[in-house]
């Protein structure tokens, strides 16, 4: 447990340039806190003592603005950078070196039952304001881009961005091509164009019945 601690630390120092010394991250990082509160409670979770798991979760969560449920199942080097609004589900399964920001949302649909939230494999990277949402595997060395919603697998060494979430880039490739955010339709624009050559038409029909 000691040494599962330790590399919780030491993910920080690899992963935040900001990092100077274990006092610092010890006392100030709210991820690290929360991590650690966890890990607390999900061996007393393991155990079945589930109220005292969800008083410890319950909290972390005031203190550090992260709801990890006593029931996920997290790996080691677990990095949370900066944290604020994380949440992350009962039935997640989070692999070794997973890295995930402010504002990501591991949850569920609604709909499932038994498993409903989200598998990260192996060192994944979750951006800031992601919504990973139901019973999805996110693949190993993927990335989930920020502000994304993601809604069904992704595979290994993937990218994705968007809403709803789309992979654009797997194994060094560029998937898809019609991404650039600039070249994007705009419908008012087109919108516009329709009611202009509308009436153009009909001052032209008005022209030749005047005649």
Known sequence: MFKLLKQDIDVIFDQDPAARTYFEVMLTYSG?????SHRIAHLFYKK???FIARVISQISRFLTGIE?????????RFFIDH???VVIGETCEIGDNVTIFQGVTLGGTGKEKGKRHPTIKDNALIATGAKVLGSITIGESSKVGAG???LHDVPDHSTVVGIPGRVVIQNGQRVRKDLDHHKLPDP???LLKEMQGEIERLQKELSELKE
């Open 188 to 190: 008012v624009s087109e």
């Open 68 to 76: 990890i449920h006593p029931g996920a199942v997290i790996g080691k």
């Open 32 to 36: 690290l806190h929360a991590i650690w």
């Open 83 to 85: 944290g604020m609004g």
């Open 148 to 150: 994304s919603v993601v």
């Open 48 to 50: 079945k003592f589930f």
